[in-house]
């Protein structure tokens, strides 16, 4: 099993898609255009090197973000394991 290291990042970026989550029962999987990653204090920023890359993460349903495909967003976010993100509430 792969661990990694407990990390916090801001994003800030378009969401450009939007869809369940097949997994996770009450989650969406957003597919985010990243134009920045800015640090929150005191935690590694795993998100700085997805700078003008399109990824995945993984949202309440009920979030605001859920709800928010095509607009600009400002996520916090954390990555849990390889290829896997989830945006904090």
Same mark, same amino acid.
């Given at each position: ?5 407990? *990390? /916090? +990042?801001?994003? !800030? ?5 939007? +869809? &369940?989550? &097949? ?8 597919? @985010?255009?990243?134009?920045?990653? /800015?640090?929150?204090? =005191?935690? &590694? *920023?795993?998100?700085?090197?997805? @700078?003008?890359?399109? @990824?995945?993460?993984? +949202?309440?349903?009920? !979030?605001? +973000?859920?709800?928010?495909?095509? *607009? !600009? ?7 849990? =394991? ?8």
């Amino acid at each position: 099993m792969v661990q990694i290291v407990e *990390n /916090h +990042a801001e994003i !800030s970026g378009t969401i450009i898609g939007s +869809a &369940p989550d &097949p997994e996770l029962p009450g989650f969406v999987v957003l597919t @985010i255009r990243v134009d920045g990653a /800015h640090d929150v204090e =005191g935690s &590694p *920023n795993l998100f700085c090197h997805d @700078i003008g890359q399109t @990824i995945h993460v993984h +949202a309440r349903s009920d !979030s605001a +973000a859920a709800t928010a495909e095509g *607009n !600009s967003v400002r996520l916090r976010v954390k990555k849990v =394991g390889p290829g896997r993100s989830f945006a904090e509430e």
